[in-house]
Structures are given as C-alpha cells and as structure tokens.
C-alpha cells in the first residue's frame, strides 16, 4: 500500500519536474538565472534533489546501517540515498537533522528517533519490526552509524537473532582526519572520546601510550586545550594534527608537536565546530639522550621510580630495563 503511494508520488514528482513544477515544500520560485546556491550541497536549503535515478529495485529485509555525510551533504552515497528511499522506516538520533538530509534529496520515507535516552524502550520495537521483515535504516546525526554513535546494542541483539543486518558504508570523521593528518596509517587506533574529567582522562591516556600505532581521538571543541595539554604530559611530545570542519567551508587542519598545537588553543581559545585529534605513534630511538635523561627527572619528581620508568617507557617505547637503571642512578643521586 505504501509503496503503491510512494510509486505514485515518484510518477507524480516526474511530470511536476517536466512541467518545471514542483510540490515539495522547500520549493524556491523559478529563477530566470540560475542560483549558485543550488549547486552548494552544502546548502539544505538549496532544495531538494528528488531521488529520481535511484535504483527500484526492492530492498531485502533487513537493519541497514548507513553512512550519512559529516558536514557536507554532497557526501552521500548513491547506496544510501536508495536505501534511505527504499526503506520502510529510518531511525535517526535527531529527527530534525536527519530530516533536513532528507529534504535535500527529495526522500520522504518515515523517520523515527532512536538515540541514547530511548534506545532501551525502542529497541524491541524496531526488533519486532525486523522479524516481520521490515527494511530499517539506521543513521546517526552525522558520518557511520555506531561510530561513538548509537546502534552497537541493537546490532547486536539483531545479529543474535539472525535477523539481517547490513552496512551502507560512508563518510567518517576518523577516517577522514587520519589521511588528512600527514601521520602513518599503516596502523591506528580509534580511540573514541576521552573521559571529560582530568584524572580519567590522563589514566586513559597512559594506557594508550604503549600502544604500537597512530591514535585517533574525537573530542569537543571546547575541551581541546586541556587534552592536548594532557596528551603532551601524556604521550610525550609527539607530532600530531588537531583535523576540525572537516568537508565544511571553513575546514582546516592545524599540524605540529602535542605541546605547540595545545600552546595554540590555550593562546587562541576554543576554536568552533567540532575536531578530530591524531596523535602519531610512540617515536622510538628518535629520542636524543639528555631529553630523556630530562624527562625522566621532571617524571622522578612526581613519581616513584617504578611508576616513573614504566610511565616513560610507555611514552617513549624506550626498554624499561634501561630506563630503571638510570631512574635509579637519578634517585641515589649518581647522575
Ligand atoms: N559517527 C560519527 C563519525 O562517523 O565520524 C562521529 C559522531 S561523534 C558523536 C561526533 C564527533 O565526531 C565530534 O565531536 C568530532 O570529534 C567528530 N566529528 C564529526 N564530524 C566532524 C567534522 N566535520 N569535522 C571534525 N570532526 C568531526
């Protein structure tokens, strides 16, 4: 019935497009010139991009998670706009974003909230749906779904019940900083978001020093300052890039040492919009010597030698058996 409805209105959306007339409410009169804002898409108000040219084909049923743009909507795939078209209902973290992606592509399919304060009651209802042999989309505000966003615990319970599951891949904002950064991606770590409070968030750190690989971390614009700072003390001083707007106007990627980067932002305040921060991996025997003889006398003063050897091994990738010995030396007062 629904998409007898839907056939028609695509129909019906075809002769307006050929008659130049068009019922969606986001309709903007004609224009004897054309508006250079509608070729910004960017620009949800530059109206709707009827999803014509979308594939019919039926979709199976089945949990489709998929990837919407992070800033720009340009970023969409052709996948997802079918998908989104196709499906019997979308879930979205913000009905009124996700709904503004929909406009702008002329897509009209149902949309309801699924976020962190009513994913427990909604759950078995959108499970219900499944076993029926619903097609769901899951999207979130923005970029790939269950990606420091709603959706693991519903995957879950969906993939223990051999319902369907099946991923639209897409925009991330991680991934993207990571190419952008200039640091290796031979291997890297997603880290997620960072605990708001210092002492978390400097225990968490320390467990993310030893690790082997480029780290990627989400954090809020405000707040970036003092983690930058925590990630200097931290991880040492190792190169990084704070990656913020990304595929938005204003987009821009501010590269250099842990301790210059945040020496910026405590100097320039919280810049706007929301960052990425990558961090490359520990910087193994590019150490000089007395940098680490010095390091390890600013870490002895608040340490005990134990904690303070295994605190600079981690940051540095220097072996411990080495750094207790000259921690020791330092203590007993030989060096
Ligand atoms: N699921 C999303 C993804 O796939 O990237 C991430 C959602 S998470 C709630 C939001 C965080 O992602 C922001 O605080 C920021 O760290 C990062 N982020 C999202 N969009 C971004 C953008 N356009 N530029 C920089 N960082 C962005």
């Not at 910004?40 to 999803?51: C, E, L, M, N, Y």
């Not at 879930?91 to 399919?109: F, H, N, P, Q």
């Not at 149902?110 to 029926?132: C, F, I, K, M």
């Not at 770590?189 to 968030?201: D, I, K, T």
Request: hydrophobic share 40%; aromatic share 4%.
């Amino acid at each position: 019935m629904r998409r007898t409805a839907r056939a028609r209105d695509a129909a019906r959306a075809g002769s307006d497009r050929k008659a130049g007339r068009s019922r969606h409410p986001n309709r903007r009169p004609k224009a004897s010139k054309p508006d250079p804002r509608a070729l910004s898409p960017t620009d949800p108000a530059a109206g709707p991009q009827p999803a014509e040219g979308l594939p019919e084909t039926e979709l199976a049923p089945g949990l489709y998670l998929v990837a919407t743009p992070i800033g720009n909507l340009g970023d969409i795939t052709l996948r997802a706009l079918a998908v989104l078209h196709g499906a019997d209902r979308i879930l979205c973290e913000d009905t009124r974003v996700t709904g503004k992606l929909l406009a702008r592509y002329g897509i009209s399919t149902s949309l309801g909230a699924y976020h962190d304060h009513n994913a427990e009651h909604v759950r078995p209802t959108v499970l219900a749906a499944l076993r029926r042999g619903e097609r769901v989309a899951l999207v979130s505000d923005a970029g790939t779904p269950l990606v420091s966003d709603p959706g693991y615990k519903l995957v879950r319970a969906a993939l223990a019940e051999d319902l369907p599951v099946t991923a639209i891949p897409g925009p991330n904002a991680a991934i993207t900083a990571l190419i952008l950064s200039g640091l290796s991606p031979a291997a890297f770590l997603f880290a997620g978001f960072l605990p708001p409070r210092q002492a978390a968030r400097r225990r968490a750190l320390e467990r993310w020093a030893a690790v082997e690989a480029t780290l990627v971390f989400y954090e809020s614009t405000p707040r970036l300052a003092e983690s930058l700072t925590d990630m200097a003390e931290a991880l040492g001083n190792r190169e990084a890039a704070v990656a913020r707007e990304l595929t938005k106007l204003h987009e821009e990627v501010r590269r250099g040492r842990l301790a210059d980067v945040a020496a910026h932002y405590r100097l320039a305040g919280p810049p706007r919009g929301e960052a990425v921060v990558v961090v490359s991996g520990p910087e193994r025997g590019e150490l000089d010597p007395t940098e680490v003889d010095e390091r390890l006398r600013t870490t002895l003063a608040e340490l005990g030698v134990r904690e303070a050897t295994a605190k600079l091994a981690a940051q540095t990738g220097l072996p411990r058996g080495e750094l207790y010995r000259r921690a020791l030396a330092m203590r007993n007062g030989k060096e």
